[in-house]
């Protein structure tokens, strides 16, 4: 791959980051060029720490090519940003069989990296000892919260594990060891984290999902009255009329309450539950004085006739939960309308 | 079914000493003579690797490629195995001791993306057991142990060969090239039938001679496909994959800047497989017998559906083509060759 491939593929905007550039350049006409260039960078979030960049920069000054400047190095920098989000983008999608993290570092090598490694060697000098460039890797492609990008750091890290081997005069092309010691722990790092991120959200599907299971009526779940059991329990006091508007409320609030639309139920799964829970919402809301009147298994077997003639003329034995309630609403309206007309006599 | 057991998957690595380390996939569930016989495999693919390097004159010929075509001839079998690709790849290095080559064996139920694994391999799989080798020697000295180097590193690049099968196959752009045809070879192999033949230049045409130049020899051009094609035949059986049958499709050589090609087509009728292939030098000369792969392609095509005798479509493949057969099955029948069409005097 040429030079022009790997600016092809991943291209920043030179001519606008240049424009910048003179801008800033301008403003700081005190700052010698490596200042305004560690300045630019952090501009551009390469990195957030001034004096690493600028390190980084005067230490590489002198092992530039002949021809390449400090900018075209910043250049460069700027686009590594561009391939790391890209390379993450592959990363994130990846899936390697058993997790190996060891694949995980030569898949990204060579989709990413290998060609790479040929286009910048270009900005560097040719007899250049090679752990520079496995510190140069890791400082380009670390993310950008990375605490610790001290150049010196990084070069005495790197300095044992990938010496530079010669032949004779002829420098060893070792490039792979190389790549391998810039960007294996960063690799690993960022699978690691895609991992971490997947078993969350697995973690976080499984937990919804047990949630709306939990939320999922069952046949053992209840009809909860509590409308019909106010409403009741203010007739019995205030003993005020109340509108059909306000019964078909409480009695729909009650049948929604068990019924979800979606959902299938069986007739013969909710009528005892039905009808022992209406009775008691209905019963609980009456005073004491006529609990003695009406009392609860009077008050069951009122609703167990209504819901027999209901199931003659209903013989539907499974429906959605939004069908029941409809069906239910105006049989059940017209009793508790009844019952309460009869309340005191 | 492990997904493993779907697929034939091995790396075989040859050192400067022809020395051979191989990393194979196969089924737990072989028996142990099975795996002996797998392991043999890689002898025999890498034996015609190094006999070109032995019998070329004035070279060292690598076999980069080798490709069959898998056809679907067993009705009697209830359940075929579903093989769509088998192919070998060969990357031959140069190092100070001599020449390593990393030999790829893959057949798989998908059309393979031929060019991005022939760069894994290379590019990265061999150069990184080389680099690693010199770097591990270095730093570890006495005690570098290259047999835990080596299986290691096979590991590696099995695994990254493998997690690039199946995918989608691009398209590449390369440039197309014309080639000269130096030989015809014609195959007939059925159940109690063998049968092979060269066809080529007068033995004492000057065009022979020429050419002998850009071939590793008749002799070894004579041999390898149906040396591969029973190999690969033997392959198959061993791995157990049932009702498919092989038949080579293209063999690529190449000495420093030379490029030969061996183009197969084949027709099965009556239980008999006929073939014809043409051995191709690519054009060093302008000559108007220089053709396109696809007018090789096209002219063997016409030659297999027209059922008449080679002797009469030689015209078509080359017009300096004398109808004199060149048997090439039987020890003396190639020593023949060796002697009087690969005599460069």
Redesign the interface.
């Known amino acids: 791959m040429d030079n022009l491939a790997i600016e092809e593929i991943y291209k920043i905007e030179k001519d606008k980051l240049l424009r910048y550039y003179e801008m800033l350049k301008g403003q700081f006409t005190y700052a010698g060029t490596t200042q305004i260039i560690a300045q630019f960078l952090v501009n551009q979030s390469v990195s957030s720490n001034y004096n690493h960049i600028y390190n980084t920069l005067v230490y590489f000054k002198d092992r530039l090519q002949e021809g390449k400047s400090l900018l075209d190095l910043a250049f460069e920098w700027i686009r590594a940003q561009k391939i790391r989000l890209e390379y993450k983008k592959y990363l994130g999608e990846a899936q390697?069989?058993h997790n190996?993290l060891?694949?995980a570092v030569?898949?990204c090598?060579?989709k990413f990296f290998?060609e790479y490694d040929e286009y910048i060697r270009k900005l560097l000098k040719k007899d250049i000892k090679e752990h520079n460039l496995s510190a140069l890797y890791e400082i380009f492609f670390s993310p950008y919260e990375s605490k610790n990008l001290n150049i010196q750091d990084i070069l005495e890290r790197h300095i044992d594990n990938?010496?530079t081997?010669h032949?004779e005069t002829q420098k060893?092309?070792?490039?792979?060891?190389i790549l391998r010691s810039g960007l294996s722990i960063i690799i690993v790092k960022d699978y690691e984290d895609v991992l971490f991120a997947r078993k969350e959200e697995k973690l976080r599907k499984e937990i919804k999902f047990k949630k709306k299971i939990e939320e999922e009526p069952g046949i053992e779940s209840k009809f909860e009255g509590s409308l019909i059991e106010r409403m009741i329990k203010t007739y019995c006091i205030s003993n005020e009329e109340l509108s059909e508007k306000e019964i078909e409320n409480a009695v729909s609030q009650f049948l929604s309450s068990y019924f979800k639309f979606g959902n299938l139920y069986n007739f013969d799964d909710f009528k005892d539950l039905l009808i022992q829970n209406l009775a008691d919402d209905i019963h609980s809301g009456l005073s004491e004085k006529l609990k003695q009147s009406n009392t609860l298994e009077n008050i069951k077997y009122l609703i167990l006739n209504v819901i027999t003639i209901f199931r003659k003329t209903s013989k539907a034995k499974r429906l959605d939960g939004m069908a029941w309630k409809k069906d239910l609403t105006p049989v059940l309206k017209t009793f508790v309308l009844k019952f309460i007309d009869k309340i005191f006599e | 079914m492990r997904?493993h057991e779907k697929i034939i998957l091995g790396l075989f690595f040859a050192d400067e000493d022809n020395l051979v380390f191989d990393h194979i996939r196969y089924s737990e569930n072989f028996s142990d003579m099975k795996i002996n016989d797998i392991k043999m495999l890689s002898y025999r693919f890498l034996g015609p690797v190094f006999l070109t390097a032995a019998t070329s004159m004035g070279g060292t010929w690598e076999i980069e490629f080798i490709e069959a075509s898998l056809t679907l001839q067993d009705t009697a079998i209830d359940e075929a195995d579903v093989l769509q690709s088998f192919f070998t790849l060969n990357s031959s290095e140069q190092t100070?001791e001599g020449t390593t080559n990393l030999f790829a064996l893959i057949s798989t139920p998908y059309t393979e993306d031929v060019k991005l694994i022939s760069?894994?391999i290379s590019?990265?799989i061999h150069?990184?057991i080389i680099?690693?080798k010199?770097?591990n020697e270095?730093?570890l000295g006495e005690r570098f142990d290259f047999n835990r180097l080596i299986n290691s590193e096979l590991e590696?690049g099995i695994?990254?060969i493998?997690?690039s099968l199946g995918g989608s196959r691009k398209a590449y752009w390369e440039e197309e090239h014309k080639y000269y045809c130096v030989g015809l070879i014609e195959r007939e192999i059925g159940q109690d039938k063998r049968v092979s033949n060269l066809y080529t230049f007068d033995k004492d045409d000057p065009l022979k001679k020429l050419y002998l130049n850009y071939i590793p020899s008749y002799y070894v051009m004579a041999i390898l496909p149906d040396y591969y094609e029973n190999l690969i035949n033997e392959t198959i059986k061993v791995y157990d994959k049932k009702g498919i049958y092989p038949n080579i499709r293209n063999i690529k050589l190449k000495y420093q800047d030379k490029r030969v090609i061996y183009l197969e087509g084949f027709t099965f009728e009556k239980n008999i497989s006929k073939s014809y292939g043409v051995i191709l030098v690519e054009q060093f000369e302008e000559s108007k017998e220089n053709k396109y792969l696809s007018d090789y392609k096209k002219n063997l095509r016409l030659i297999l559906d027209r059922h008449k005798d080679i002797k009469e479509s030689l015209n078509l493949i080359n017009p300096h083509f004398t109808s004199e057969r060149w048997g090439t099955i039987s020890e003396k029948e190639l020593n023949r060759i060796g002697l009087i069409l690969d005599k460069s005097e």
């Open positions: 390697y069989p190996n060891s694949l030569d898949d090598i060579f290998l990938v010496p081997h032949h060893l092309n070792t490039n792979i060891i | 997904s100070q760069d894994e590019k990265y150069p990184s680099q690693s010199i770097v270095n730093l590696r695994n990254l493998e997690y």
